[in-house]
């Protein structure tokens, strides 16, 4: 399985991204694909996941009432969509999956990985 995370950029204070990740070689639909961010000097931290149903959700604290993940109807793509973001949701986003169903918020339960796209967020 490769994904491919997309929809970086800069953005202000108070704006918004969406993020996408495309997976291709075999269709994750029923696996649990994760959003992960490391900001510069920090370690890999958990952001969303999302089941392979689109009906099990998991948000990390920082982002409950900002972020948005979702799975399209095809199942190969899941997004990502960041409001009101601020300076501290500057990182790397790397979106993630699961072969099986194992522990969704740590870098170590999921088993493919994409390269990660950049969000800088100016005050």
């Known amino acids: 399985v490769q994904l491919q995370a997309s929809g970086g950029g800069l953005v202000q204070a108070g704006g918004s991204l969406r993020l996408s990740c495309t997976a291709s070689?075999?269709?994750?639909?029923?696996?649990?694909t994760g959003w992960f961010r490391q900001a510069p000097g920090k370690e890999r931290e958990f952001v969303a996941a999302?089941?392979?149903?689109?009906?099990?959700?998991w948000y990390a604290d920082s982002v409950k009432g900002r972020f948005t993940i979702s799975r399209d109807n095809t199942k190969i793509t899941v997004h990502l969509q960041m409001n009101s973001l601020n300076v501290e949701d500057t990182a790397v986003y790397y979106c993630?999956?699961?072969?099986?169903?194992?522990?969704?918020?740590?870098?170590?339960?999921?088993?493919?990985w994409g390269q990660g796209t950049l969000v800088t967020v100016s005050s």
């Open positions: 993630a999956a699961q072969k099986r169903l194992g522990v969704v918020t740590t870098t170590g339960g999921y088993d493919y």
């Open positions: 070689g075999r269709t994750f639909s029923t696996y649990v």
């Open positions: 999302i089941g392979w149903s689109g009906t099990s959700l």
